[in-house]
């Protein structure tokens, strides 16, 4: 079945690095990606998605690029904040050929936190 | 107010209890699911409806039932509370035409001793 996979926490940086956070996934149809953001105490928010291959999601300075050639959307921030210390989710819904787009599947989540 | 609302946002309670979590939203969105999160486990489905009448099971629906009320209002039971349904459960709505964007409420903390 569909899954995703996001590298495991926690990452710890200290602010103005750069950050990334890889996803993989394995799907059967044709999948929209996204990365959902889970600040202290919130529930979760759409950070940014991609509903094609090569498509770029972008939002607040993180960006993610739908490599199908590679199953991955990993997501990107060229100089972090400590704002930005939050767990983050990488999730999944598939499109199957009848074209009914299935509930969306989350990986495990990857606690980030950005250091002063 | 916000958006979709989850009462009571914190709860302990002991094993064989009955325990509902209500979810409210304003959105008017068609589509509301619970979630469970855990940690290490990510977020993983218990129950999903597209409208009034027709509910859905998730990924892990046993020990869970739900009910539909309204179009605004989505209730998660739990009718024998177990120590190992303690986790943070998330209420969350999307649109038919919205592409699977969740909006999410803040979350019901649950504890069950």
């Known amino acids: 079945g569909d899954s995703v996979t996001q590298m495991e926490g926690p990452v710890t940086l200290s602010e103005e690095a750069f950050l990334t956070i890889n996803c993989t996934y394995t799907a059967t149809g044709y999948p929209s990606l996204f990365w959902y953001v889970q600040y202290p105490g919130e529930g979760l928010q759409l950070l940014l998605k991609?509903?094609?291959?090569?498509d770029k999601g972008s939002n607040k300075g993180f960006e993610a690029t739908y490599r199908k050639e590679t199953t991955s959307f990993h997501l990107e921030k060229g100089s972090v904040q400590v704002s930005d210390s939050a767990v983050y989710f990488c999730?999944?819904?598939?499109?199957?050929?009848?074209?009914?787009?299935?509930?969306?599947?989350f990986g495990k989540g990857t606690k980030l936190s950005v250091k002063p | 107010d916000a958006d979709v609302t989850q009462t009571p946002r914190n709860r302990i309670t002991k094993t064989g209890k009955r325990i509902m979590l209500e979810c409210s939203q304003t959105k008017g969105h068609d589509r509301m699911y619970w979630y469970r999160q855990d940690p290490g486990l990510g977020l993983r489905l218990i129950y999903y409806?597209?409208?009034?009448?027709?509910?859905n099971k998730g990924e892990i629906s046993d020990g869970y039932s739900v009910s539909r009320q309204a179009q605004a209002k989505f209730s998660l039971s739990l009718e024998s509370a177990i120590p190992n349904q303690t986790a943070l459960y998330f209420c969350?709505?999307?649109?038919?035409?919205?592409?699977?964007?969740?909006?999410f409420g803040a979350g019901s903390r649950l504890t069950v001793l």
């Open positions: 999730a999944l819904s598939d499109w199957d050929y009848g074209g009914s787009q299935g509930n969306l599947i």
């Open positions: 991609a509903t094609k291959a090569d």
């Open positions: 409806s597209f409208d009034v009448k027709d509910i």
């Open positions: 969350a709505t999307s649109d038919l035409g919205g592409g699977n964007v969740l909006t």
